[in-house]
C-alpha cells in the first residue's frame, strides 16, 4: 500500500504546521485557556479562511470534499500545538453527521455555516454507563402531533457550551442496548428544558453534562430517518477515532522532541543527561513507540471509511489500542525524564501528558478497543 503524500497533500500539510507555528505559540495558547471561553473564535475563522473546516463537507456545498487523508495531516498538526478549539467535536464529527444524515434543506442551511465557521455543532451521544458502546442509548424522544419530546441525560459533551446546535441522540423505538431505533435530533443550545453543567476535562479542554427535560423540537429537526442513525453514527465515530489517532501521533512526536532537547540541556554529574545510555535507550523505546503509533495512524486513516462496518472498525480498534497504549508510554516517559519540572503548568510537557492521557481515554480506551478487536469490531 501506497502511504506517499500528494504533492498537494504535502503543501496542506506544511501549510497547516506554519499557520500553528505562526498564530498558536505557547503564551497565546495560555492566555486562549484562561479565557472565558476556552478556545478562540478569532482562530476558528482563521482556520474557516484555510479552508480546514471544510475538508468533509462535499464541494457542493462550499467545501473541500477533502479524504481522511487531509484530516490526517491537520489532526497531526492540531496535536502538536494542542489547539483548544473544538475541530474534532465539530468539523468532523458533528460535520460528518449532518453530511451523512441530512436532508437537502438541512446541509444547504447548516453545511455552507460549518465550513465558514459561523455554525458550531457537536454530538450529543455519550451517556452515563455506556462504557463506550455506542448502541446504548436511554434519552427518548416521544413523538407529538407535530415534531417530538426529549427526556435523558447526555455525558461529557466535548464544547456544548460553545455549540450553536447540538446533535442529540434519543431512542424513538426499542430496548436501551438495541442499533434499531436510535434517532438524531438538532437541537438549539438554548432550547427551552435543556441545561448544561459545564467542566473542565483532564486536558483543560471545556465539556457539559446535558440534561434535556421535555425538550421540544419539530420534526424538521429529526437528521436522517427516523430510528436509524447508528449506521451513520458508527461511521462518523470511526472517522473521530482514526482523526484522534493522527492528533495523537502529533502530540506523541512534540512530547519526544521536547524530552530529547531538554536531555540535551539537563546536566547532572558535568554532563547532560541525555549521555547516559539508560536514558539513551528509554528515549529509542519513545521513539519505536511514535513509528508505531504514526504506521497505525495511516491505517486508521486509510480504512476510516471504509463501507464495510466491520472491516472498518476493526481498523481503526486496532490503531487506537497501539496508539493509547504510546500515549501511556510515551506521556509517562517524557514525565520521568523531565523530573519534577514536568508536571508544572509553565513547560508544555505537562500539557502534552494530560492531551495524550485524554486521548487514551477518549472515544473508547485501550481496554475497549482491545476487546472490540478481539471480538472483531462488532
Given at each position: 500500500m501506497d502511504f506517499n503524500f500528494s504533492k498537494e497533500q504535502e503543501q496542506l500539510g506544511e501549510t497547516i504546521q506554519r499557520f500553528v507555528a505562526r498564530e498558536y505559540s505557547t503564551e497565546r495558547r495560555k492566555a486562549?485557556?484562561?479565557?472565558?471561553?476556552?478556545?478562540?473564535?478569532?482562530?476558528?475563522?482563521?482556520?474557516?479562511?484555510?479552508?480546514?473546516?471544510?475538508?468533509?463537507?462535499?464541494?457542493?456545498?462550499?467545501?473541500?470534499?477533502?479524504?481522511?487523508?487531509?484530516?490526517?495531516?491537520?489532526?497531526?498538526?492540531?496535536?502538536?500545538?494542542?489547539?483548544?478549539?473544538?475541530?474534532?467535536p465539530s468539523a468532523i464529527l458533528g460535520t460528518s453527521l449532518v453530511r451523512d444524515l441530512g436532508s437537502g434543506e438541512q446541509k444547504k442551511a447548516m453545511l455552507p455555516a460549518l465550513a465558514a465557521g459561523e455554525l458550531i455543532v457537536v454530538p450529543a451521544h455519550g451517556e452515563a454507563g455506556a462504557r463506550y458502546e455506542l448502541e446504548r442509548v436511554a434519552t427518548r424522544a416521544t413523538a407529538t402531533a407535530d415534531g417530538f419530546v426529549l427526556e435523558g441525560k447526555k455525558a461529557v459533551v466535548l464544547h456544548a457550551t460553545a455549540a450553536n446546535m447540538l446533535l442529540v441522540s434519543a431512542r424513538t423505538a426499542g430496548a436501551v442496548n438495541d442499533?434499531?431505533?436510535?434517532?438524531?435530533?438538532?437541537?438549539?443550545?438554548?432550547?427551552?428544558?435543556?441545561?448544561?453543567q459545564e467542566y473542565p476535562t483532564l486536558d483543560s479542554q471545556r465539556a457539559a453534562d446535558v440534561t434535556l427535560h421535555e425538550v421540544r423540537v419539530p420534526r424538521q429537526n429529526l437528521l436522517g430517518p427516523e430510528g436509524g442513525a447508528f449506521e451513520a453514527l458508527s461511521a462518523a465515530f470511526d472517522l473521530g477515532i482514526a482523526a484522534l489517532c493522527a492528533e495523537a501521533v502529533g502530540?506523541?512526536?512534540?512530547?519526544?522532541?521536547?524530552?530529547?532537547?531538554?536531555?540535551?540541556?539537563r546536566k547532572q554529574f558535568g554532563q547532560p543527561i541525555g549521555k547516559f545510555q539508560v536514558l539513551q535507550h528509554r528515549m529509542a523505546d519513545m521513539l519505536m513507540h511514535v513509528e508505531q503509533a504514526r504506521s497505525m495512524s495511516y491505517l486508521a486513516a486509510m480504512r476510516c471509511t471504509d463501507g464495510d462496518a466491520a472491516v472498518r472498525g476493526r481498523a481503526v480498534s486496532a490503531a487506537k489500542a497501539l496508539v493509547g497504549q504510546a500515549c501511556r508510554?510515551?506521556?509517562?516517559?517524557?514525565?520521568?525524564l523531565h523530573g519534577g519540572m514536568g508536571m508544572t503548568d509553565e513547560l508544555l510537557i505537562s500539557h502534552h501528558f494530560r492531551r495524550l492521557a485524554a486521548i487514551e481515554l477518549s472515544l473508547g480506551d485501550t481496554e475497549h478497543h482491545l476487546?472490540?478487536?478481539?471480538?472483531?469490531?462488532q
Open positions: 486562549i485557556l484562561k479565557s472565558r471561553e476556552g478556545f478562540s473564535r478569532e482562530v476558528w475563522a482563521q482556520l474557516a479562511e484555510l479552508g480546514l473546516l471544510a475538508l468533509l463537507i462535499p464541494e457542493e456545498h462550499g467545501g473541500m470534499g477533502a479524504s481522511a487523508l487531509e484530516v490526517l495531516l491537520t489532526m497531526n498538526a492540531i496535536g502538536k500545538a494542542l489547539l483548544l478549539e473544538p475541530y474534532l442499533r434499531a431505533g436510535i434517532s438524531l435530533f438538532v437541537v438549539p443550545r438554548d432550547a427551552a428544558g435543556l441545561s448544561l502530540a506523541l512526536s512534540a512530547s519526544l522532541d521536547a524530552t530529547v532537547e531538554y536531555t540535551r540541556t508510554f510515551v506521556g509517562q516517559q517524557s514525565i520521568q476487546e472490540k478487536f478481539a471480538r472483531g469490531a
